[in-house]
């Protein structure tokens, strides 16, 4: 097929990655913690360990799986935490043992907990204190046999660990009564492990590596059968993306503020850094911007992931503009699309381009990224990575030509195997030339550039016009009044649907009057919005994207 966006493709980066440099993501981690054994990985609450502490740590989190609770290669296991050191010890320990991980989103309702756990078939749980309450409701009605519980501070130095699990108990009150019998401490767990034989499991790229739970284009949370060639191939395009931009390895300092939990920061933030041989600045609360910048301050960070929400709540926060940015050489966002006004606005503030990027749980996540060279905003999400091939198409699953919308599909090796035990799901979505249709509305121009339209599950159809969420958050994002901005469809029974906007405003004078002259200069007659509502604050995923469906609750 054509290929013209590999003519755009910044220099230094391949056309092909090989994706037999390594058999594993365990591979990749044990190369990264040999070649940079005495650097930072890790700092979470002031406490930091090494690339060496951290393999030792793994180790005996890995032998502790194995000897004691007998799990074996292929079982799952779900971690449930926010950001905390513990994460990547649980992670690579797990994945050490050839266990299968499941991330597992620690604000989960019982029964989105229990959903997840029955059908992953989880054998195993690391839960932390604050959420275990959840967990014991649940537990006795899944596979689980195994539950590792830890606390906020419990790889933290004394007496800072006691003191954050004080408050965390008993001022914040965060944890509530439960009971898990039979429970095994976190530290307890490596305390053991230390003294159990070291486990070596043979992995290769068939082995699943992760069931990451979406919801898919369309439906219930479904697990995306990540294996290690998945990873191993993602990580890898990644890599050769983004070290052609002056990234050292070895020296350079991220801040982890989504959840890592998230394919989104696992991928990039907690591997591909992992394997640059980066420290990673854990974020456990991003959500208290005051302290969130309080900690930025003390770091001198060189590369910055998030979502657009979580930049615009930042340039929000006072003393965030006054931070040092000199160091600052990436700022990767995806998740949900960057507007253009707060690319703008950050470019301005830090000096460092907003580099848009895409890709989906199904895709590793991966499949599309800016050149690292860019220097603004260009309404794109960039190129086809290595060894990736995009296709915008038709409704009868034809190639779309140049310029024209259609549904982007994703083939490359960093596509799922498919759904946990849904092979109908996987059909859906996957069809019989490995193409996975993403859902997601695109068109691409004649250098490779491909730019996200909307989603077809979001589109609003206003007589017989296709009306686009994101072009018209978009330009009511460029308001100076406006914080946060969310678009729907409702219906009409003259036009079927008509556009509403709910707002949270930036400077409280401003009125429904402003924002519908505004999107008078702005937008065509059937795209303006019918209804404006103001709200305190937007409804949003754990990693920020706006809850376009709660919306349509207000």
Known sequence: MDKPWLNSYQEGVPAEININDHSSVVDIFTSAASQYASNPSFTNFGKTISYAELDQYTRQFASWL?????????????????????????????????????????????????????????????????????????????????????????????????????????????????????????????????????????????????????????GVAKGAMLTHGNMVANILQAYHWIVVDDLDEGKEIIITALPLYHIFALTANCLTFMKLGALNVLITNPRDMPGFVKELKKFKFTAFTGVNTL????????????????????????????????????????????????????????????????????????????????????????????????????????????????????????????????????????????????RLKDMIIVSGFNVYPNEVEGVIAMMPGVLEVGAIGVPDEHSGEVVKVVIAKKDQSLTEADVLAHCKENLTGYKRPKFVQFVDELPKTNVGKILRRELRDL
């Open 66 to 218: 194995t000897h004691e609770a007998g799990l074996k290669k292929g079982d799952r296991i779900a971690i449930m935490m926010p950001n905390l050191l513990q994460y990547p010890v649980a992670v690579f320990g797990a994945l050490r043992a050839g266990l299968v991980v499941v991330n597992t989103n620690p604000l989960y309702t019982d029964r989105e907990l229990e959903h997840q756990l029955k059908d992953s078939g989880a054998k195993a749980i690391v839960v932390v204190e604050a959420f275990a309450a959840t967990l014991a409701d649940v537990v006795d009605k899944t596979d689980v046999e195994t539950v590792i519980t830890t606390r906020f501070g419990d790889m933290l130095s004394f007496p800072k660990s006691m003191i954050i699990n004080f408050v965390i108990r008993h001022v914040k009150k965060m944890v509530k009564p439960f009971s898990l019998p039979g429970s095994h401490s976190f530290k307890d767990v490596l305390s053991k492990g230390a003294s159990l034989p070291e486990v070596n499991v043979e992995l290769n790229h068939e082995d699943l590596a992760f069931l990451q739970y979406t919801g898919g284009t369309t």
């Open 311 to 454: 930049f615009n709540a930042l340039m929000n926060t006072d003393g965030f503009k006054d931070l040092d940015f000199s160091a600052l050489k990436m700022t990767l966002g995806g998740g949900m699309a960057v507007q253009k006004a707060v690319a703008d606005r950050w470019v301005e503030v830090t000096g460092t381009p907003l580099i848009e990027a895409y890709g989906l749980t199904e895709t590793s996540p991966a499949a599309c990224i800016n050149p690292m060279s860019l220097k603004g905003y260009n309404d794109s999400i960039g190129l086809p990575i290595s060894s990736t091939d995009a296709s915008v198409r038709g409704e009868n699953n034809e190639a779309l030509p140049v310029g024209e919308a259609g549904e982007l599909c994703i083939r490359g090796p960093q596509v799922m195997r498919g759904y946990w035990e849904r092979p109908d799901a996987t059909a859906d979505t996957i069809d019989s030339d490995g193409w996975l249709h993403t859902g997601d509305i695109a068109q691409m121009n004649d250098q490779g550039y491909f730019k996200i339209v909307d």
